[in-house]
Each structure stands twice: as structure tokens, then as C-alpha cells.
């Protein structure tokens, strides 16, 4: 697939004016979480709401980090997620639930983001056929 990086916005979820650019974050479908470095998150007031939280790196390794919750700005795009607080050395990555949630989708060939298109949803005034017999 290759490789691209993009850059946010970060928000408090609590108080909406504390945010920070993040200039460059690894666009990573592969990996769950989004994470930002805990500098830049503790500068914007977000709170560390789970403190022990272990994740496995690709190459198997086990980390600990703290996680919270922020908002998240791509261009014109938002959500809120959990986010991992980052330590030094740790690379700033966009992940899976957070490009979900902003119904981003992966453009290979252009190495950018791009609108996911309509959502799916379920259908109202379903009737079962078994019910209806």
C-alpha cells in the first residue's frame, strides 16, 4: 500500500478552544488507535482516563501507554476517539477507528484521504417475512 503521512487538528473534548496542530501523523488503516504525543496532549488539557492500557506493536512488541479522549480534525472531517498518549520516540500515527469515525477512506494510488462516501445503515419498517405468514 505504501506509505503517507497527513496532519490534524486536536481538540479537549471539555473545553473546545484548547487544540494543537499535529503536523505529521502516519496514515495507518492497520493499526486501531490513533496516537499523539502525550506533550501535546497534556498541553490541551486532555485527561489520561485509562492509565494502563497494553497494545502490541507490529513487531510484537508489548507497550503500555495511557489513553483519552479528543477530538480530531482532518480537513473538514471530525470525530471523537480515544487516543494514545505517545512518549518520546513514538511515532504519531491516524488510525483505523479514527479514520472510521471520520468516514475517511485510504487512497492508495494518491497516498491521500479521501470522503468514504454514503454510510451504510439499516433500513427502517424492516417486517420479517417469517413474522408476516
Known amino acids: 500500500m505504501g506509505t503517507f503521512y ?12 484548547k487544540s494543537a496542530e499535529v503536523p505529521k501523523l502516519l496514515v495507518d488503516s492497520g493499526a486501531e488507535f490513533t496516537r ?15 492509565k494502563d492500557y497494553t497494545f502490541v506493536m507490529a513487531n510484537g512488541q508489548h507497550i503500555t501507554r495511557p489513553v483519552g479522549f ?48 454514503p454510510i451504510l445503515a439499516a433500513a427502517q419498517n424492516v417486517v420479517n417475512h417469517a413474522q408476516s405468514h
Open 6 to 17: 497527513t496532519s490534524c487538528r486536536v481538540e479537549n473534548h471539555v473545553d473546545r478552544k
Open 70 to 117: 479528543a477530538i480530531i480534525h482532518v480537513g473538514d472531517a471530525l470525530t471523537i476517539d480515544e487516543v494514545i498518549f505517545g512518549e518520546p520516540g513514538d511515532l504519531q500515527i491516524l488510525g483505523a477507528r479514527s479514520l472510521e469515525g471520520m468516514n475517511l477512506r485510504v487512497d492508495s494510488r494518491a497516498k491521500k484521504l479521501v470522503a468514504g462516501g
Open 36 to 50: 499523539i504525543s502525550g506533550e501535546t496532549l497534556k498541553n490541551i488539557g486532555v485527561k489520561r482516563e485509562k
